[in-house]
Protein backbone atom coordinates (compact mmCIF):
# COMPACT_ATOMS: atom_id res chain seq x y z
CA UNK A 1 0.00 0.00 0.00
CA UNK A 2 3.01 2.45 0.55
CA UNK A 3 4.35 1.69 -2.54
CA UNK A 4 1.22 2.91 -4.66
CA UNK A 5 1.17 5.63 -2.45
CA UNK A 6 4.32 7.21 -3.40
CA UNK A 7 3.90 6.27 -7.34
CA UNK A 8 0.69 8.56 -7.04
CA UNK A 9 3.05 11.07 -5.41
CA UNK A 10 5.63 11.07 -8.42
CA UNK A 11 2.91 11.62 -10.85
CA UNK A 12 1.49 14.80 -8.77
CA UNK A 13 3.81 17.07 -10.67
CA UNK A 14 3.12 16.24 -13.93
CA UNK A 15 -0.87 15.76 -13.19
CA UNK A 16 -0.66 19.66 -12.14
CA UNK A 17 0.88 20.62 -14.98
CA UNK A 18 -1.54 19.00 -16.98
CA UNK A 19 -4.30 21.11 -15.12
CA UNK A 20 -2.58 24.60 -15.54
CA UNK A 21 -2.07 24.26 -18.96
CA UNK A 22 -5.80 22.94 -19.45
CA UNK A 23 -6.79 25.86 -16.85
CA UNK A 24 -5.01 28.25 -19.01
CA UNK A 25 -6.82 27.23 -22.14
CA UNK A 26 -9.99 27.80 -20.36
CA UNK A 27 -8.93 30.97 -19.33
CA UNK A 28 -8.08 32.27 -22.71
CA UNK A 29 -11.10 31.03 -24.51
CA UNK A 30 -12.90 32.95 -21.61
CA UNK A 31 -11.31 36.44 -22.37
CA UNK A 32 -11.47 35.57 -25.99
CA UNK A 33 -14.95 35.63 -26.14
CA UNK A 34 -15.45 38.55 -23.68
CA UNK A 35 -13.33 40.15 -25.64
CA UNK A 36 -15.55 40.20 -28.77
CA UNK A 37 -12.75 37.66 -30.62
CA UNK A 38 -14.71 34.48 -30.84
CA UNK A 39 -13.91 31.31 -29.32
CA UNK A 40 -10.26 29.38 -29.92
CA UNK A 41 -9.55 27.78 -33.49
CA UNK A 42 -11.62 24.18 -33.80
CA UNK A 43 -8.07 22.95 -34.85
CA UNK A 44 -6.20 23.68 -31.65
CA UNK A 45 -9.17 22.63 -29.28
CA UNK A 46 -8.46 19.09 -31.48
CA UNK A 47 -5.46 19.10 -30.89
CA UNK A 48 -5.44 19.17 -27.28
CA UNK A 49 -8.26 16.09 -27.53
CA UNK A 50 -10.84 18.25 -25.57
CA UNK A 51 -11.97 17.33 -22.08
CA UNK A 52 -13.37 14.08 -22.82
CA UNK A 53 -10.18 13.32 -25.29
CA UNK A 54 -7.98 14.23 -22.56
CA UNK A 55 -9.74 11.96 -19.87
CA UNK A 56 -9.42 9.00 -21.47
CA UNK A 57 -5.71 9.05 -22.39
CA UNK A 58 -4.91 9.83 -19.12
CA UNK A 59 -6.84 6.94 -18.15
CA UNK A 60 -5.79 4.63 -20.54
CA UNK A 61 -1.94 5.41 -19.94
CA UNK A 62 -3.01 4.85 -16.46
CA UNK A 63 -3.91 1.35 -16.83
CA UNK A 64 -0.88 0.04 -19.47
CA UNK A 65 2.20 2.03 -18.43
CA UNK A 66 4.22 1.21 -14.99
CA UNK A 67 4.43 4.46 -12.68
CA UNK A 68 7.25 5.80 -13.82
CA UNK A 69 6.59 5.27 -17.01
CA UNK A 70 2.86 6.80 -16.51
CA UNK A 71 4.18 9.58 -14.83
CA UNK A 72 7.10 10.47 -17.81
CA UNK A 73 4.05 9.99 -20.22
CA UNK A 74 1.65 12.27 -18.34
CA UNK A 75 4.78 14.84 -17.70
CA UNK A 76 4.97 14.72 -22.15
CA UNK A 77 1.15 15.02 -22.78
CA UNK A 78 1.10 18.36 -19.62
CA UNK A 79 4.60 20.16 -21.96
CA UNK A 80 2.53 19.30 -25.43
CA UNK A 81 -0.77 20.22 -24.37
CA UNK A 82 0.65 23.54 -22.61
CA UNK A 83 2.97 24.77 -25.86
CA UNK A 84 0.61 24.11 -28.22
CA UNK A 85 -2.05 26.02 -25.81
CA UNK A 86 1.01 28.83 -25.11
CA UNK A 87 2.38 29.46 -28.52
CA UNK A 88 -1.39 29.49 -30.06
CA UNK A 89 -2.56 32.02 -27.46
CA UNK A 90 0.60 34.39 -27.98
CA UNK A 91 -0.11 33.94 -31.72
CA UNK A 92 -3.36 35.15 -31.40
CA UNK A 93 -3.56 38.24 -28.90
CA UNK A 94 -0.58 39.78 -30.56
CA UNK A 95 -1.73 39.27 -33.92
CA UNK A 96 -5.34 40.10 -33.52
CA UNK A 97 -5.43 43.52 -32.11
CA UNK A 98 -8.48 42.25 -29.67
CA UNK A 99 -9.01 44.69 -26.84
CA UNK A 100 -8.25 43.58 -23.47
CA UNK A 101 -10.97 43.47 -21.23
CA UNK A 102 -11.59 43.56 -17.48
CA UNK A 103 -13.48 41.43 -15.28
CA UNK A 104 -16.01 43.86 -14.92
CA UNK A 105 -16.22 43.68 -18.75
CA UNK A 106 -15.00 46.92 -19.39
CA UNK A 107 -12.09 47.64 -21.73
CA UNK A 108 -8.86 48.38 -20.22
Given at each position: ????????????????????????????????IRGNAGAPPAWL?RSIGGHEGRTLL???????????????????????????????????????????????????
Amino acid sequence: MLAAKADVNGALPAAFGLVAAVAYHHYDTVYRIRGNAGAPPAWLVRSIGGHEGRTLLVTVLAALLTASQFTVALTALAVAVALVVLVESIRFWVSAGAPAVHDEGEPA
